[in-house]
């Protein structure tokens, strides 16, 4: 009886199977012309062909990955890295990997395919490397301080903030550019799809530099002072940069004031940090305030934390975690625009203060720079 029954319900699938076949196939018995007869097989040929590859490709793993899944008495943020990296293959174990360096604090920064890495100590250490193969592209030391870096339109050029100028390297640590009209910047960001290269001084003057031609396309003061924390939008490339009044100002080179201004914190801006799809912002001040904005509305914050330290730090993934350093603690937050969130999805601590922290495009990686070198992150879920 049971085979019967499978059988029956095998043979009305493949009946509604053919019903859905015989009503995208044209029969060409019934047409007389030639030419539309050729037309008709050939659309017969086609529907086929699409039917045949959907049958394919339903035996793809087509859900979406799962994060980590605790047990009833424990929560997420208790799992350490250790435990992560014994429970993944090998491939991606590699990815956890720790830099002991000694001429911190370092920043990071991927590359867009999220292959290639820059590192650069404040004390003038530089290097690049591509991270997944564990080769070195260079190593240098500029003799002078290193303010922040960044990559270019591709890995084979970056550009370097230092202590009074902006410089312009290759892949192998050759000097291409000395940038004299970028003096005393403490912030860089480049806009790929524009080919500019964003600067925030420390007089407070905001400069658009087209790598393309090297000319200056717009240079003005800001008047807000110090420009230290400075990050783009990625969905329409306006500067976001946060003051010391509570003010997050929000910029483009067409216009010389600022097109966009959130009063939101009573204290100084620590961080500022735009998701990639462009519809929410994350900030924070001195006093333990972390608070997510709606970007398009620029209304009251959809929600708001009170931590237990200050965040220097914040980075969204491009699946929407939110990653934040507190002092020496890397934190991970599951969804923080959305909902309320009461534990974060992953802690790891350090035995230094974390100085710059980036999540690695296409990978589920976060890369933390502090005091001591440079450390590669697990977190599972962040992207696949």
Not at 197 to 221: R, T
Not at 258 to 278: C, F, I, N, R, Y
């Amino acid at each position: 009886m049971k085979k019967f029954k499978r059988s029956l319900s095998r043979s009305r699938e493949d009946a509604q199977k053919t019903q859905k076949e015989s009503q995208n196939l044209v029969n060409v018995a019934n047409v007389k012309t030639g030419v539309y007869k050729k037309r008709f097989q050939k659309w017969n040929e086609k529907v086929q062909w699409s039917e045949n590859f959907t049958e394919k490709a339903s035996v793809l793993l087509t859900e979406d990955a799962g994060f980590l899944e605790p047990d009833e008495d424990e929560i997420s943020a208790q799992i350490s890295q250790e435990a992560i990296v014994n429970s993944v293959d090998i491939t991606s174990a590699t990815k956890r990997f720790d830099l002991d360096l000694q001429f911190g604090p370092y920043r990071c920064e991927y590359s867009r395919n999220g292959r290639h890495l820059l590192l650069a100590g404040r004390k003038g250490h530089a290097s690049g490397m591509d991270w997944t193969r564990k080769k070195l592209h260079f190593e240098m030391n500029v003799m002078e301080e290193i303010f922040d870096i960044s990559y270019l339109h591709q890995e084979t050029m970056f550009a370097a903030a230092q202590s009074k100028w902006v410089y312009i390297y290759d892949q192998t640590g050759i000097e291409l550019h000395a940038l004299k009209v970028l003096n005393k910047v403490l912030k860089l960001e480049f806009l790929p799809y524009h080919f500019l290269l964003c600067s925030g001084s420390e007089i407070g003057y905001l400069s658009w530099l087209d790598v393309s031609v090297g000319k200056m396309v717009a240079q003005f003061n800001t008047k807000y002072g110090r420009l230290n924390i400075m990050t783009q939008n990625p969905y329409n490339a306006i500067l976001c940069c946060g003051h010391a009044r509570g003010v997050v100002t929000m910029w483009s080179p067409n216009v010389r004031t600022p097109v966009a201004k959130m009063l939101v914190h009573e204290q100084p801006v620590s961080a500022v940090a735009v998701d990639t799809k462009g519809l929410y912002m994350a900030t924070s001040d001195t006093n333990r305030h972390l608070k997510i904005w709606d970007i398009r509305m620029l209304d009251g914050p959809l929600q708001s934390y009170f931590l237990r330290s200050s965040i220097t730090n914040l980075a969204f993934s491009q699946k929407g975690l939110l990653a934040a350093s507190l002092g020496n603690i890397a934190e991970v937050y599951l969804d923080p625009c959305t909902k309320e969130v009461k534990h974060p999805y992953l802690r790891h601590s350090f035995t230094s203060p974390i100085s710059n922290i980036n999540f690695c495009p296409f990978e589920d990686v976060l890369g933390v720079g502090h005091g001591r070198g440079f450390s590669s992150l697990l977190i599972p879920g962040m992207y696949k």
